[in-house]
C-alpha cells in the first residue's frame, strides 16, 4: 500500500515538474519576440510588448513643441517640428535591448526585477528646411549681413525723430548651431546672447548725425502744459519740433549759435490760447436752469489772459527751459477757470419770471421770487452776464430821488444795480415789478436775502435773462 502511494507521489511529483519547466520554457519562448517581465525603459513597463509598442508608448512620452527663440532685440519667435520634417525614433536602441536580453532569465525578474533603463531616440530632421526657417526669422532678416543702415532725422507725425537703421550683422550659422544643437537635445528653449549682435563702426556721416540728434532730442522732446483749469493745453514736441526749421545738413540758427525757432509760430500758440479762452465781455450762449438756450450780448464778467506777458514767458521758456506747467496769469479771472468759465455755481435771474435761482455745484439750492428794475419808467433790469462784486451788511442805496436802508448788499453791475432785500415791498413775483419795480435792482424777500447773503460767495457769477 505504501509501495502505491509512493509511486503515485512520484509520479505526480514528475509531472507538476514537467508541467512547471514546460510553462516557463513557453513564457521564455514569448519573451523572445518581446520584453521580458520586470523591464522598465524610461519610466514605461514593458513586460511582453514589441519593440514597435514600446517605440510608439515611448513616442507618446516624448515631448518636442519645437523651438522657441529669444533675444533681447526681438519678440519670442517659433519654429514648429512639422517645419523642418522632424522625426524621433527608439526602435534601434530597442531592437538592440531585446536582441541581447536572455528571455531565459524571466524568472529571475520575477523575483529581482530590472534596473529601470534610459535610452534616448534617434533624431531626424530636413536640414535644409531647418536652415530655411532658421533664416525666415525677424533676428535673422533684422540683423542679415546684407543690411544697409542709415541713421538720419526726420520728420512724423509726432514731430522730428530718429531714424535709425544702423547695421548691425548676427551671423546666422551661430543661430543654426544653436538650434540643431537643441533639437538634437529635444530642449525647446533657446536664447540668442546679445554679445553675437555686432555693432561696427558708424560712418562720420552716421556720427554727425547722432551729434546733432542729441541737440534737437533736447529741444524738442519736452512737454510745455498750460494749466488752462478744467482743461491742460499741451505744447509737445510736435509743435516744438513745428518751429525748427532744417538746413541741408544742421538746422536754422541764431547768431549766438543756438536753435533757431519761429518767433511768430511761438506767440501765435500764445494768441491762439487766449482766442480759445479769452471770454471777458464777450457775447454769451449758455442754457438757463429751465432748459432754454440763451444769447446775451452784455458782459461785465469773464476771462481775460495777459497775452503779453504769457508770451514773453513761453518764448523765454522755449529758448530756455525744460518741459513744465504752468498757469497763465490774467488781467481779469472768472470764477473759475476753463473753455466753460461761467460753470456749475451761479445766480440766474429770470425777468420774465421774476425767479432768483441760486444754483451750486449743479443743483438748485435756492429759487425765489423777485421784483427786478420797472421797465416803464427806464429803470428796467438789463440782461447781462456779471458777477458778485463784494457783499455789504447794513447799508444805505442812494440815487437822485431815494435813499434806502438795507440789511444784505451784493452788487453785481459797477455800483448801481445789485441784489438786496427790499423790506418795502409788499409782495415779490408776478408783474409787480411792472408798476412798482426798483430803479434796476434785484428785491429780494429780507429772510431770502439773508440765506442768499451767506451762501454766495463773491465773484460768483450772475447771469440776467428775459
Not at 30 to 46: E, H, L, P, Q
Request: aromatic share 12%; net charge negative.
Amino acid at each position: 500500500m505504501r509501495t502505491r502511494i509512493t509511486v503515485f507521489l512520484s509520479v505526480l511529483f514528475a509531472f507538476v515538474l514537467l508541467s512547471a519547466t514546460a510553462l516557463y520554457f513557453l513564457a521564455a519562448n514569448r519573451y523572445k519576440s518581446g520584453f521580458s517581465y520586470g523591464t522598465v525603459i524610461n519610466g514605461v513597463k514593458c513586460a511582453g510588448l514589441s519593440v514597435s509598442e514600446v517605440n510608439d508608448l515611448l513616442l507618446a512620452d516624448t515631448v518636442f513643441e519645437g523651438v522657441r527663440i529669444t533675444s533681447s532685440f526681438t519678440d519670442t519667435e517659433k519654429i514648429a517640428p512639422n517645419d523642418f520634417g522632424f522625426k524621433a525614433d527608439y526602435t534601434e536602441d530597442l531592437k538592440g535591448l531585446l536582441f541581447n536580453q536572455n528571455s531565459l532569465l524571466w524568472g529571475k525578474n520575477l523575483f529581482y526585477g530590472i534596473d529601470g533603463i534610459s535610452i534616448s531616440p534617434v533624431i531626424t530632421f530636413d536640414e535644409d528646411k531647418l536652415l530655411s526657417c532658421i533664416g525666415k526669422l525677424n533676428v535673422i532678416r533684422e540683423f542679415r549681413e546684407d543690411h544697409v543702415g542709415e541713421i538720419k532725422i526726420l520728420f512724423g507725425d509726432k514731430g522730428f525723430y530718429l531714424y535709425d537703421t544702423e547695421k548691425r550683422v548676427l551671423d546666422a550659422s551661430k543661430v543654426y548651431a544653436l538650434v540643431y544643437d537643441s533639437v538634437k537635445k529635444l530642449e525647446s528653449d533657446v536664447a540668442i546672447p546679445d554679445q553675437w549682435i555686432d555693432y561696427p563702426e558708424r560712418t562720420p556721416a552716421m556720427e554727425r548725425e547722432m551729434v546733432l540728434w542729441d541737440e534737437i532730442k533736447d529741444f524738442v522732446q519736452r512737454d510745455f502744459v498750460f494749466d488752462m483749469g478744467a482743461e491742460k493745453v499741451h505744447a509737445d514736441s510736435l509743435f516744438l519740433s513745428s518751429i525748427l526749421e532744417r538746413n541741408g545738413d544742421d538746422f536754422k540758427r541764431f547768431e549766438d549759435g543756438s536753435l533757431y525757432f519761429d518767433v511768430n509760430k511761438v506767440e501765435g500758440f500764445i494768441d491762439d490760447l487766449c482766442d480759445r479762452y479769452d471770454t471777458y465781455k464777450l457775447p454769451r450762449d449758455f442754457v438757463s436752469v429751465n432748459g432754454e438756450q440763451k444769447h446775451i450780448e452784455r458782459s461785465t464778467y469773464g476771462t481775460l489772459i495777459d497775452r503779453k506777458a504769457e508770451k514773453e514767458y513761453f518764448l523765454s521758456a522755449v529758448r530756455e527751459g525744460t518741459g513744465e506747467t504752468h498757469t497763465p496769469q490774467y488781467t481779469h479771472k472768472a470764477f473759475v477757470r476753463g473753455l466753460d468759465d461761467i460753470g456749475p455755481t451761479r445766480i440766474e435771474i429770470d425777468i420774465t419770471r421774476q425767479k432768483l435761482y441760486y444754483i451750486e455745484k449743479g443743483s438748485v439750492v435756492m429759487e425765489c421770487d423777485v421784483v427786478t428794475g420797472n421797465p416803464n419808467n427806464g429803470h428796467a433790469t438789463p440782461e447781462m452776464v456779471c458777477y458778485v462784486i463784494k457783499k455789504t451788511r447794513d447799508t444805505y442805496l442812494k440815487g437822485e430821488d431815494y435813499r434806502s436802508f438795507v440789511n444784505y448788499w451784493m452788487p453785481i453791475y459797477k455800483t448801481s444795480i445789485g441784489i438786496h432785500d427790499a423790506t418795502w415791498q409788499r409782495k415779490f413775483g408776478g408783474e409787480r415789478y411792472l408798476n412798482h419795480g426798483s430803479h434796476g435792482c434785484i428785491n429780494m424777500k429780507l429772510k431770502e436775502a439773508e440765506e442768499l447773503f451767506d451762501m454766495v460767495t463773491v465773484g460768483v457769477p450772475v447771469l440776467v435773462y428775459k
